[in-house]
């Protein structure tokens, strides 16, 4: 096979570029207008609570944080195998991170060890669903009740996925969706904030909207708006909602197609598990949303190995993230045990190119190759 398969491919249905021009000809491009309501109806209605469509996902983040008012002292509770910005947004407000390592057969946080780590000061937990996999809700709904702390559902990688057919997004008082140009639906750069409290959403549209009330004003509220609290520039662009709303009309099905699949690669690399590799988790609760395959080998040298086999025949298949509290900016502010599970994944997790233009059955037969000959 000559051409290179790439590890990520946006989906592209057949309205972007229509839903583009009219608001280019309609000279109202910047966030706010018709399709950022469009949009944000769509996804009120398909998950529930109160939408705002942001420029990112760590923008949400970043809203969370703000609209908790999170403070130096407060302590809030993460996995180290995410994101940057999943810290980055508490850190920006002086919290105290911790950190709680992944489950052992999935990088998802271990809620075994997640009591241990929550004091008097703990201020919120940020559960993140790898792959789309929901955490178990029962039992995050049991500690927050014992404990009193808020929940931001770290949702980047989750639109579309349900726990127990309840939407992920209206399940903790805050959630936050990625659209990025690597997510199962995208718009480049984009991302949203799901509100679940009634009484949090006028705070939260004002930090939106640059600590001003303006959202208040565009609906005729008020005749004048103001700098009302601290906020910033968290708007998306009429631009890439109209892009992003395009993509909203034929979710389902790429859904459904992505799925298939997830499928194809779980059937055909399930005897991969005798070799003791690991394959993808996905408990009884989760109805995940297709979108991370991948593998987790015996070691950092089968890994290697096979990523470089993959590359030679034009396969791009890639690790994926550094543990936060091994980074070059945390590790020397680490104060916590070892989180051997996190560390598992970051060394030995690969992932496989997964979207509508993957050749399913050359990357499987190249990775059965791989392994025929060892």
């Known amino acids: 096979m000559k051409e290179k398969v790439p590890f990520s491919k946006p989906y592209r249905s057949e309205n972007e570029a229509k839903f583009i021009e009219e608001v280019l000809n309609s000279g109202k491009t910047a966030g706010g207008g018709k399709y950022t309501q469009l949009t944000q109806n769509f996804i009120e209605n398909q998950i529930g609570g109160n939408c705002l469509l942001t420029n990112s996902c760590t923008a949400a983040l970043e809203i969370s944080a703000l609209l908790l008012d999170i403070q130096a002292g407060d302590e ?11 810290a ?13 390592d992944s489950q052992a057969n999935h990088p998802n946080m271990d809620l075994n060890h997640l009591e241990e780590l929550i004091s008097e000061k703990t201020k919120a937990i940020v559960p993140m669903y790898y792959g789309g996999v929901s955490s178990d809700w029962q039992r995050l709904k049991a500690l927050h009740e014992k404990h009193k702390f808020y929940i ?29 140009e690597t997510k199962n639906i995208s718009c480049g750069e984009g991302g949203a904030l799901i509100v679940n409290k009634k009484e949090w959403i006028e705070p939260a549209e004002i930090i939106w909207e640059k600590g001003t009330n303006r959202a208040a004003f565009k609906r005729g509220e008020i005749d004048k708006y103001e700098w009302v609290a601290l906020g910033s ?16 009309e034929q979710s389902s ?25 690991l394959l993808p988790q996905i408990p009884d609760f989760a109805n995940h949303n297709a979108h991370i395959f991948y593998l987790v ?7 290697q190995a096979l990523k470089n086999h993959l590359s ?35 060394s030995r997790l690969l992932r496989l190119p997964l979207h509508s233009d993957v050749p399913l059955e050359y990357v499987a037969s190249k990775i059965i190759d791989f392994f025929r000959a060892q």
């Open 88 to 100: 980055n947004a508490f850190l920006l407000r002086g919290a105290t991170i911790k950190f709680v």
């Open 152 to 180: 931001i559902e770290e949702a980047a990688q989750a639109y579309g996925a349900s726990y127990f057919n309840k939407p992920l997004g209206y399940l903790g008082d805050l959630a936050v969706f990625s659209f990025h």
């Open 233 to 248: 520039s968290y708007v998306n662009s009429e631009l890439n909602a109209a892009y992003l709303l395009a993509q909203f």
């Open 76 to 86: 809030i509770i993460l996995p180290s195998y995410t994101f940057p910005s999943s």
């Open 312 to 346: 030679e025949n034009g396969i791009d298949a890639l690790t994926h993230y550094r543990c936060l509290h091994k980074s070059s900016y945390f590790r020397d502010k680490y104060e916590g045990e070892e989180l051997l599970n996190a560390e598992k994944f970051e």
């Open 253 to 277: 099905y790429w859904l459904e197609e992505r799925k298939k699949q997830w499928n194809y690669y779980f059937e055909q690399l399930s005897f991969l598990e005798e070799k003791g590799i």
């Open 297 to 303: 080998l015996n070691s950092t040298e089968e890994l």
